[in-house]
């Protein structure tokens, strides 16, 4: 009988943390400059430039600890990691070994965060997956391979730069999803990073083993880089776990290596051997004194936002949202802001929700606009709401006026009156309509009262067609029912 296999995956997430400079010089961070157009003396590594620690990087991760349930020592300290490769300027890294300035935490996986055709799977739900620490160093320059030349753009080299370590607990491609889904959501409510993997702000490194189920020891260890989307690590990690599974389930051998994913082939690559670990020779770095930490978790606890799981529960009970509903409007803090400017006073905000996520989020996508580019205002959106709501346009009609709105930002009243949408309401035009319609459709009529009640459809079509569309359809239901039993 051929054993099963089961995965085991940790993950490294590099994640660069918002600030205005570089973390040991004041470079300024600033995506998509010239090359090699934010570079000085401490960050290109020239002889006699000195580091200064950047405060702020500091503060938000030890804020990205706390909001992650670390433990922050008293002090902590940098390092220098030491390695020669071009993206490295001084050939060592600074960077944290053995008092990073976040121990422990855990990533809670919810059920909102798995990818869509997994959720009705998941194996555990609200899984904490521990991590091992959080430190904090500087990022290396940016690499480009030409054909037969590399370039290097050292704008990149001295940024802050926080690397999450995880446990290897992670125990699916689906998992890993969730993981690095519910991570993104606490950087962004919390400001420290935008976690934009396009722009290379959020990098993942992933570790994943192959073993038989029930045995005590991990497979041969295996790490995959070049990950650029979320959803890039599960499909890399889905292939990755079939080939090793394949390879030892026919009694091949896996040897420790490094591999990089090619999305384009659906594959991932050898990139090199490692048969021993590296060693670093980590040691204390001399121009750097150690930090004592009281300050900043003073400062961290005082500014701590709310973060997704609380806001979830909040949109749930406060507005009466479905759980699907809460979480796609708290994934990002500021879509899960707008939304509550929109719901500000409304008498349904479950129907605010409605209008953001099946026409807003669409809208957005289709036009390649971000929620910052949106044309359609808060409160315009939720005065179109309250004139459904009131039964001043149709839903058909509210959905004309949406697109208007997108396409000029103008106040739905406005359109509804330019091109005359407002709906009759008045019961007295709409008894007349239901009477002609009535006496010119005896058949339907008779057959409603014989028992056929989908005959009332028919007659509830006509009026609105005689109404040019206008009459209220709730009016029309009540009154022809009413006439329809007298």
């Known amino acids: 009988m051929t054993p099963s ?85 001084k050939n060592y890294q600074i960077s944290q070994y053995d008092l990073p300035l976040c121990s422990g935490g855990a990533v809670v996986l919810h059920d909102a965060a798995y990818p869509r055709d997994a959720q009705r799977e998941i194996a555990v739900h609200d899984k904490a997956v521990p991590l091992v620490r959080i430190h904090l160093e500087e990022d290396v320059a940016k690499s480009t391979h030409f054909e037969t030349t590399t370039g290097i753009d050292f704008n990149r080299a001295g940024t802050p730069l926080m690397e999450i370590v995880t446990e290897p607990a992670i125990d699916s491609p689906e998992e890993a999803f969730a993981f690095l889904t519910a991570l993104k959501q606490i950087l962004e409510h919390g400001g420290v990073s935008d976690a934009d993997m396009e722009k290379g702000q959020l990098r993942c490194d992933c570790n994943v083993s192959v073993a038989p189920v029930g045995a005590r020891e991990l497979g041969t260890k295996i790490e995959i880089k070049n990950m650029n989307s979320i959803s890039g690590v599960r499909r890399a990690l889905a292939y990755e776990i079939a080939r090793q599974i394949g390879i ?9 290596e490094t591999r990089r994913w090619d999305d384009d082939s659906g594959q991932t690559q050898l990139m090199r051997i490692k048969e021993m670990a590296h060693d670093y020779r980590y040691f204390p770095d001399p121009d750097l004194l150690p930090v004592r930490t009281a300050r900043w978790v003073g400062e961290a606890w005082a500014s701590m936002p709310e973060l997704p799981a609380a806001r979830r529960a909040r949109f749930a009970g406060e507005y009466g949202l479905t759980d699907y509903d809460a979480g796609v409007l708290s994934a990002e803090s500021m879509l899960g802001d707008w939304f509550e400017r929109a719901a500000e006073g409304a008498a349904k905000p479950k129907l605010i929700a409605n209008w953001v996520i099946n026409d807003l989020l669409s809208a957005l996508s289709a036009a390649s606009r971000t929620l910052v580019e949106c044309p359609v205002q808060p409160a315009q959106l939720r005065a179109l709401a309250q004139l459904v709501d009131d039964g001043k346009v149709n839903l058909s009609q509210a959905k004309e006026v949406f697109a208007a709105m997108f396409e000029s930002g103008r106040d739905p009243v406005e359109i509804v009156k330019e091109r005359g949408l407002e709906q009759v309401s008045d019961l007295g035009e709409i008894e007349g309509f239901c009477d002609e319609v009535m006496a010119a459709n005896p058949k339907p009529v008779a057959d409603y009262r014989a028992g056929n009640a989908a005959s009332v459809n028919f007659l509830k079509g006509q009026v609105m067609k005689r109404s040019k569309g206008k009459a209220n359809p709730k009016v029309i239901g009540e009154i022809l029912e009413r006439k329809l039993a007298g």
């Open 248 to 256: 030892v389930s026919a009694g091949g051998a896996l040897q420790q």
């Open 5 to 89: 296999y089961t995965a085991t995956i940790g993950l490294e997430v590099h994640v660069q943390l918002r600030t205005a400079s570089k973390m040991f010089c004041g470079c300024g961070v600033e995506y998509g400059a010239p090359p090699n157009a934010r570079v000085c003396p401490v960050c290109l590594g020239l002889p006699g430039a000195l580091p200064v620690m950047n405060e702020e990087a500091l503060r938000k991760t030890v804020l990205t600890g706390l909001m992650l349930g670390c433990s922050i020592p008293e002090v902590s300290k940098f390092d220098r990691k030491n390695y020669f490769y071009p993206d490295m300027p």
